[in-house]
Structures are given as C-alpha cells and as structure tokens.
C-alpha cells in the first residue's frame, strides 16, 4: 500500500525557516508537489518535481523563499522553507502522482499526506 507521510511542521517566527519531509512508501511517483491550504481558504499550489528529470515549478508566492529537494535513497521529497510570513500560516499538504509533470491543480495529484500544520507568529 502507497502511503504519503508528512513531517516536520510546527510554529516559527517571522523571518524564520522550517524543513517539511514527504517520505514516501510502496515505490517512487513521477511527480510530487506541496500545496498548503488555510482555514477559510482554498488549497494552494506552492512547487511541483518531477523525480527523473528535476523539472520544477514554482507558485509566485513562494519562489525565492521555498525550494523543494529530495533524497532519493530515502524516497523523501523535502521542502526548505526561509523567510516565513504570517500569512504562511497553513496546512501543508504533500501529494503525489504517477503522471509526468505534475501541474499546479489539486485534482492532477491522488496521493495526498495528512497534513501537517506550520503556524507562523508576527
């Protein structure tokens, strides 16, 4: 069974950094991506990776503050987070899919993680 399995969020100030994992389980998707979503508001598109070739695309919002990596001996995707705003303040949500170049909509991705919260304070 294919599992997505988040870690690492917590609370930060303003101006602070934080590393979010995606360990994957059951095989390697072709694509990954980080949404975040906060209360009252939509899910967001934050970066996309493509495993085989390192194609990356990245939402406006975070470009220049947030880079995604991976290990691939752990089959982890992770996400470096600098500069955080208040306005950062979500849950952050791992997907992943077995198509090549994943876009930037939610319904593209069919694994999801759980979630988890990053809160960031003024």
């Known amino acids: 069974q294919v599992h997505l399995v988040e870690s690492g969020g917590g609370s930060v100030q303003a101006g602070g950094s934080r590393r979010l994992a995606c360990a994957a389980s059951g095989r390697t998707f072709s694509s990954y991506a980080w949404f975040r979503q906060a209360p009252g508001k939509e899910r967001e598109f934050l970066v996309t990776?493509?495993?085989?070739?390192?194609?990356?695309l990245y939402a406006d919002s975070v470009e220049g503050r947030f880079t995604i990596s991976r290990d691939n001996a752990q089959n982890t995707v992770y996400l470096q987070m600098n500069s955080l705003k208040p306005e950062d303040t979500a849950v952050y949500y791992c997907?992943?899919?077995?198509?090549?170049?994943?876009?930037?909509?939610?319904?593209?991705?069919?694994?999801w993680g759980q979630g988890t919260q990053v809160t960031v304070s003024s």
């Open positions: 997907a992943a899919t077995y198509f090549y170049n994943g876009g930037i909509s939610p319904s593209e991705y069919a694994y």
């Open positions: 990776f493509t495993w085989n070739t390192g194609r990356t």
